[in-house]
């Protein structure tokens, strides 16, 4: 191989490399801000999100299996309590961080939407109230 043969096959590799992290980068769209006119309730709005026909977080998440304990209930407790839910802090929230559709670190047949994740964001950062 002549080495300006060699230089641009290197050249072709790194930017295909680079194409790929880029598009991954891309890919993650960041969260938006719930309005901050929309209420929040954690037991009528933020609760029921984890026990829904189709999309259950308790089918694993109910106290036996794998914590936290997301039970209607139970989940204010476990959320805090376990150190999962970081008053008025979301982004260092565990809770936040792995939900299903941010990375949950199993994967799973369902994801929380956008909206959903949003609301579950606005509720810890006001503070994680049990309202
Ligand atoms: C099929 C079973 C299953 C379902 C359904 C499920 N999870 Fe999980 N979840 C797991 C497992 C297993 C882990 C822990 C993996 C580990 O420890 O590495 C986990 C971890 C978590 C964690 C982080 C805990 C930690 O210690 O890192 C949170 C928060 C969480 N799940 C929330 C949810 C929510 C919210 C839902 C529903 C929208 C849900 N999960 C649905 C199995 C499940």
Partial sequence: MSKLFKFALTVCICLGNYACYYDQEAEQEPVPDVDPDTPISFRSDIEP????????CTACHNGLIQNPDLRVGNAFEALLQGGYVIPNDAESSLLYQSLPGNEHPVTLGFALSTEEISLIKGWIDRGAENN
């Fill in 49 to 56: 999100l984890f026990s829904r026909n189709g999309k259950d």
